[in-house]
């Protein structure tokens, strides 16, 4: 049986692939344990669900913590 290596990326090799133009600005992909991933679209779906949690999560650590979600608002369909 053949062995693949897979070889994962740095986070200074990800940012030159992006300097270089191997990946452009607009392909949307992230660094995740040394591979480059590419990122689902933000959907109606994923923007309710990550504002519910953020809301329980500011309520769960109000004395604790400040809890902050960078999100596009709900797109209206």
């Not at 596009?72 to 369909?77: A, D, K, M, N, Y």
């Amino acid at each position: 049986m053949t062995q693949t290596r897979v070889r994962l990326w740095t986070v200074n090799e990800y940012h030159r692939i992006f300097e270089t133009g191997i990946i452009t600005e607009d392909e949307r992909v992230e660094l995740i344990d040394g591979q480059v991933i590419p990122m689902g679209a933000k959907n109606p779906t994923h923007a309710a669900t990550t504002l519910c949690t953020s809301d329980y999560l500011k309520r769960l650590l109000a004395e604790v913590a400040l809890v902050r979600v960078q999100n596009l608002p709900i797109p209206r369909t």
